[in-house]
């Protein structure tokens, strides 16, 4: 097995206020492998949006990196200066976010923002950059991408607008994309453009995916493991299939037990009582225990570390690995 | 009780866009018109739930709004029990309509006034209509209302931003439900939410659906909790209504091509590895909507007759479909 | 403690407050002088306007430190005996009066007319939005005095009390714009938020959601734009009064009272002008400080 492209280890976030520090991303440990599409999935204030933010280093204060280490190909990144983190950013690092409508400057045209980035990261010349530039165009399915060159952002509708993002995003060849609910803000049909393209261009030009996303059907199409967060932890990762279909830990059970599947009818969906802790109440032990059908004592009282579930791991005490009572 | 509740005919909506006078005359730009609701009929039979689906700039808040007297529709009607609601809205009876009908929004943060304590803000529709009298009762009944929908009558000395989104949302269930009501629009009541905070919502629609014999209109754009919610659903598209089917029957056989390609689109979590036809195209601006049929830029089956002429909705076995390819029985 | 009053100290604004010296030092010495100003009648030394406890043989004495003072007058007397510092109190509170009774006329009249502004839209807000930008092409002082002359002239015999209102009315007018501007774009966001309109699916009339609905959430900015407008009321009214056309002699406000001492500044006598001056520029400059902080510490992007 190669080497890892992305090494988190033991990651935490934090953000000091004055009512105390807000813990929001805790002892947080994955890898990516070089071409790897890992899926980031979790509720509203789980931590994945963060996640995906402490790698590329756009943390914002007062948050900061509370402990751990990221390591991209062996060397960390997350204690680099301002200087190098941009450089690093857009060369190693490409980023996709949410609104296609902020992520482009609306005052240069697309092919300018395009060849700039490509200028900046790799040693082309103007006319060498234009091509490449085109050339990704016409790659994310942009019809007339000569044309279109020219144009401003906002003369794109906005699936196109976020294809010319993926553009942006792989304009340098970067190793490693970190997607952020790259499809939530677009219609259905245009999502499923999308999550296509993206997929494909990404196989092409050999880059991993980090896509953090709240949607399950997205994870499913696009990605090959997926790591379940929890206020703040990874409670299951694994790969797509044994998650979804085998899931071992119950707050991954409960998840997939209350999405509305097009396949089968049923009278009530599964749900989970409560909701996620906020970050000044998190509980001590695994921080499910309150809302967990299986709940025991030493749930309550330690927090459990990832152990193994047949093809994934979770962090569950219920784990026979845990050498859980029965 | 075979009458339906609400009878939809060819309910239009038109907004005027222009730019302001003075640029009109001085740029000499023409005025702008979009037609959000383009002569859409539909049925609603009482104690049962019509999803509305589509995507954006469809038109489908747009028919909500119209329902529940927010806007006065440009043409048409819209009989509920039988009286036309316009008349109604207009005369001294809206008031009485306007217990019989409420409505659901999408979002929770919005929705509430953020200065009103929860007990205001769900007795607000039992002091305007006068229904409770007395500040005890008052109270008992909000209390009530919060139980019916999973909340403590004890929430009601509360804001709403001490409240998680789903909370809220059922705050906002909990008011629409305050004059009993026999009809409920719910507008994308569960867009905002976190997937197991939307499963909590939706039981409990459904819950307060059997015990009070509710009728809904649901807007949706995720058709897979269109399909756990809906008896009937229609599909729109630029305005308009492309086909309207009771549920079993739209995602089995689905018979209008942008019915089919919405089914295909969706991300398919059972990955049960269908082959898929590729999606093409975007949804065009509404400011210029093709000619015909809006749909046939994108419609694999469209020919000359689709280009020019509009279909028209038809009945087809308890089906409203409107493609002259189905017509003409070419799929 | 009641609820409201225990939130309010748990909030960011209280924690701001307590950490801004500046915001401190402004509100202590703003407080200090309206507190001289309401109980000027118990805190000051003498009557200035009794005037049978006036002393002419005390005029122009020099402030008490200097060697012509006496400590019985410890910012030294005017040209009839008057102490200074008593005059002092007396015209802080006329100022202090004037500036926040204009205030409250100007935001009454600004916030209803921005409301509704916002809330009809269409010819009416057009309307009132020309009115404004008609107001504000003439500069406030102007305005007052135009309408200061024309009361005087319509009542030339008029009492104190109508002079007051006069006045009063003068500084409101051109001050309700600034309200207006603000509440009428606050509103246009609230109105189209979606708990308006199921106020409006429930079937509350369009006044009561304007009053009941919108108003409590359109008033935040209303109560900065307020601090910094009494500043500029006062300072409005002085200048009216430094003028002649303000309030009338008998009951002076501090902008009088540099007048009246200006006569004197040349002849070296600088106490009878110079302590009104910095009493005025302490009470702008203070309640300004406060509005400032005020509007920084309720600016949500900047906690």
């Known amino acids: 097995m190669s080497a890892p492209l992305l090494e988190v280890r033991h990651l935490s976030v934090d953000f000091p206020t004055r009512r105390g520090t807000l813990l929001a991303i805790d002892d947080v440990s994955f890898d990516i492998a070089p071409g790897e599409v890992l899926g980031v999935v979790g509720e509203s204030g789980a931590g994945k949006s963060l996640t995906g933010a402490a790698i590329i280093g756009l943390l914002e204060p007062p948050g900061r990196i509370a402990g751990g280490e990221i390591l991209l190909e062996g060397r960390r990144i997350d204690k680099l200066p301002h200087e190098d983190m941009r450089k690093l950013r857009g060369r190693h690092i490409g980023a996709i976010f949410q609104d296609p409508l902020t992520s482009l400057n609306p005052l240069y045209t697309v092919g300018r923002q395009l060849v700039e980035t490509i200028r900046t990261h790799l040693p082309l010349s103007e006319k060498q950059a234009r091509e490449r530039a085109i050339a990704l165009l016409a790659d994310t399915g942009i019809p007339a991408p000569e044309a279109r060159f020219d144009q401003y952002p906002h003369q794109f509708s906005g699936g196109m607008r976020q294809r010319v993002v993926i553009a942006l995003a792989l304009a340098a060849e970067p190793k490693l994309i970190v997607a952020d609910e790259p499809t939530t803000a677009l219609d259905v049909s245009i999502q499923a453009q999308i999550i296509a393209l993206l997929k494909k261009v990404c196989r092409e030009h050999g880059a991993a995916v980090m896509l953090v996303t709240h949607d399950m059907g997205v994870i499913a199409e696009t990605c090959d493991r997926v790591a379940v967060m929890y206020a703040g932890r990874i409670v299951e990762i694994g790969p797509v299939a044994d998650v979804i279909h085998r899931p071992a830990h119950p707050y991954t059970v409960g998840l997939m037990g209350s999405i509305p599947a097009m396949d089968e009818d049923r009278e009530r969906l599964l749900q989970i009582d409560g909701a996620m802790p906020r970050l000044n109440a998190i509980p001590a032990g695994c921080a499910f225990n309150p809302r967990c059908p299986k709940v025991f004592d030493r749930c309550r009282v330690e927090r459990p570390d990832l152990a193994q579930a047949g093809a994934t791991r979770a962090a569950c005490w219920l784990l026979a690995s845990h050498g859980a009572a029965s | ?331 | 403690m009641p609820s409201a009053l225990q939130r309010f100290f748990d909030g960011d604004v209280w924690h701001s407050f307590r950490t801004s010296p500046v915001a401190m030092a402004a509100a202590a010495v703003a407080l200090l002088c309206i507190f001289c100003a309401v109980f000027a009648h118990w805190v000051a030394p003498h009557n200035p306007f009794d005037l049978a406890s006036l002393e002419l043989g005390d005029a122009r004495l020099p402030p008490a430190w200097e060697d012509e003072g006496k400590p019985k007058y410890l910012l030294g007397t005017d040209d009839q005996g008057r102490d200074v510092l008593s005059a002092l109190m007396y015209g802080a509170r006329i100022s202090l009066l004037v500036g926040l009774a204009s205030v409250a006329v100007s935001v009454v009249v600004g916030v209803g007319l921005g409301l509704l502004s916002g809330f009809v839209g269409g010819r009416v807000d057009a309307l009132i939005m020309r009115i404004c930008d008609v107001m504000l092409s003439f500069p406030s002082i102007l305005i007052a005095l135009l309408i200061d002359g024309v009361g005087r002239a319509l009542f030339p015999n008029a009492h104190d009390t109508l002079a007051f209102a006069v006045l009063i009315l003068a500084i409101a007018l051109p001050g309700w714009v600034p309200y207006a501007r603000t509440v009428r774009g606050s509103t246009m966001v609230e109105r189209n938020k979606e708990y308006v309109q199921a106020a409006r699916v429930i079937g509350v009339s369009s006044g009561r959601i304007m009053l009941r609905h919108v108003l409590p959430n359109v008033m935040g900015p209303v109560l900065v734009l307020s601090t910094i407008q009494v500043a500029s009321a006062i300072l409005i009214e002085a200048t009216l009064s430094f003028l002649g056309v303000g309030v009338p002699p008998t009951q002076p406000s501090l902008g009088t009272l540099i007048r009246v001492g200006n006569d004197f500044l040349f002849s070296g006598e600088w106490w009878i002008t110079i302590f009104p001056g910095l009493v005025l520029v302490m009470i702008s400059l203070s309640i300004n400080l406060l509005g400032d902080w005020l509007r920084d510490a309720m600016n949500p992007r900047l906690r």
């Open chain 2, 1 to 331: 009780m075979n009458k339906p509740l609400v009878e939809v005919q060819d309910l239009a909506k038109t907004f005027e866009v222009s730019a302001p006078w003075l640029n009109r005359v001085v740029e000499g730009k023409p005025r702008q018109f979009v037609h959000a609701v383009d002569g859409v009929s539909f049925d609603i039979g009482r104690g049962r739930t019509l999803a509305l689906v589509g995507e954006s700039g469809c038109g489908k808040s747009t028919v909500a709004r119209l329902l529940v007297g927010l806007y006065a529709p440009t043409r048409g009607t819209i009989r509920f029990d039988g009286q036309d609601t316009r008349a109604v809205f207009a005369s001294a009876g809206g008031q009485a309509l306007h217990r019989r009908m409420q409505m659901i929004f999408q979002d929770p943060f919005a929705s509430l006034n953020p200065r009103w304590k929860v007990l205001d803000i769900v007795a607000e529709p039992l002091r305007e209509h006068g229904l409770v009298q007395g500040k005890a009762a008052v109270q008992d009944r909000v209390g009530e209302l919060l139980k019916s929908v999973g909340l403590a009558a004890a929430d009601a000395a509360k804001f709403p931003h001490q409240f998680s989104g789903g909370q809220r949302q059922r705050i906002s269930i909990a008011r629409a439900l305050a004059t009993q009501p026999e009809f409920l629009v719910c507008d994308e009541p569960t867009s905002a939410l976190d997937v197991s905070v939307q499963a909590q919502v939706l039981n409990i629609m459904k819950d307060l659906q059997q015990r009070q014999g509710l009728t809904y209109l649901f807007i949706s754009h995720n058709l897979a909790v269109v399909r756990h919610v809906a008896d009937d659903v229609g599909v729109m598209y630029l305005g308009r209504l492309v086909e309207v089917a009771p549920k079993a029957e739209l995602f089995a056989r689905p018979r209008h091509p942008y019915t089919r390609m919405l089914l295909d689109a969706i991300p398919d979590i059972g990955m049960s590895g269908r082959a898929r036809t590729p999606v093409q195209g975007e949804v065009p601006n509404p400011l210029e909507p093709p000619s015909g049929c809006s749909f046939h830029p994108r419609c694999p089956h469209a020919n000359e007759r689709c280009r020019s002429e509009r279909p028209l909705q038809q009945m087809l076995g308890g089906i409203r479909i409107a493609c002259h390819a189905v017509e003409e029985g070419r799929i």
